[in-house]
């Protein structure tokens, strides 16, 4: 039987793609999340963000060959990020259209829990190359949900003009880009709510109405809750954004919680760990509220629909309270 690499470098055969700064070259054959080497970078980002930048650029144009490049993706991201670095905007808007199974590879597959931070410390004032991601069915509806609340974030700080997002609201409604029954919908309710745009309520209600908001994701009675708080808020509250999870990166750290996968290995473990989450909690039920849950028999399998709600509760959209035994 042959030895396990040393290194991660070892698990691509090759080291000629290995970075040529000393901090970038720690990070691409790390095990380890490289604590040391990523605070080291965030001192350092003019001289490490070009090799970090061509890494991610790279990923978002062909598939991931070397662990050396996955893992420059998977932590230059959020470095980057942290960063406030501009120039990632448009490399990470072409990666997020990536299938939401790679981009459990290149970014963990808990991204979407730190999806909408990374895109506002990206921002670069290109708000209409965010609105064509978020338009767009074809991209990965776990990345337009929270997407959604990082177009409100920008808007509340004032990066987005108010009327820009306004009429981009808007346009979601009238044109309907997005599929009914897409979760993304409830991105486009929450980011709403989050601005206190009253004017909106009738648009969101017509949604729940026609089965736009079928996605068992949210309530309306919930919806008007949040929309009446946010629109009382002083305008210099942002404590309902935090709450949701909106802002910038402060701890690069705490948005690096595990080290980058090995590359090939994540999907079935991913897989794995998914089941075996919702054997433990969805599959005896959601407390909706309305029903006694999805799964009352711990022995039904988890469905399409179950796996859609775990991830809405990870990516902290879902209003209606986390799995809990019946």
């Known amino acids: 039987m042959s030895e396990a690499p040393t290194d991660r470098a070892a698990v691509d055969g ?7 700064h000393p901090l970038l070259l720690e990070i691409a054959t790390s095990e380890d ?9 965030m001192r350092s980002i003019p001289e490490v963000a070009p090799e970090l930048l061509a890494a991610i650029a790279r990923a978002s144009e062909a598939p991931i060959t070397s662990q050396i490049d996955l893992n420059l993706v998977y932590y230059g991201v959020p470095i980057l990020s942290a960063a406030r670095e501009p120039r990632l905007h448009a490399p990470l808007l072409r990666l997020l259209r990536l299938p939401d199974d790679t981009l459990e590879e290149l ?14 410390g990206a921002f670069d004032g290109n708000a ?75 648009l969101v209600e017509a949604a729940y109405a026609d089965g736009r908001l079928n996605t068992g994701v949210s309530e309306l009675r919930l919806f008007r809750q949040g929309l009446a708080a946010a629109a009382a808020a002083a305008p210099d509250d942002h404590s309902r954004f935090e709450e949701a999870g909106y802002g910038y990166i402060e701890d690069v750290l705490d948005a690096i919680a595990f080290p980058a996968p090995l590359l090939g290995v994540l999907e079935e473990s991913t897989v794995d760990d998914l089941d075996d989450a919702l054997g433990d909690g969805l599959n005896h039920g959601f407390d909706d509220g309305l029903s006694g849950g999805l799964h009352d028999d711990p022995n039904d399998a988890p469905t399409d629909a179950d796996r859609m709600l775990w991830r809405s509760d990870v ?8 799995p809990c035994r019946a």
Do not use: K
């Open 14 to 20: 090759s080291m000629s793609d290995l970075p040529t």
């Open 33 to 41: 999340v490289p604590r040391e080497a990523i605070l080291a970078c």
């Open 107 to 120: 970014l963990g597959d808990e991204y979407i829990t730190t999806v909408a931070q990374i895109a506002i």
């Open 128 to 202: 209409q190359a965010l609105f064509d991601l978020l338009c767009d069915a074809d991209a990965s509806e776990y990345v337009r949900l929270p997407l959604f609340g990082t177009v409100a974030y920008l808007t509340w700080l004032g990066r987005i003009p108010l009327e820009t997002t306004r009429a981009f609201l808007h346009r979601i409604d009238t044109d309907r880009p997005i599929p009914a029954g897409d979760i993304s919908w409830n991105g486009w309710e929450t980011s709403i709510e989050l601005l206190g745009w009253q004017e909106f309520a009738p």
């Open 315 to 322: 990516a902290g959209t879902r209003r209606n309270p986390l």
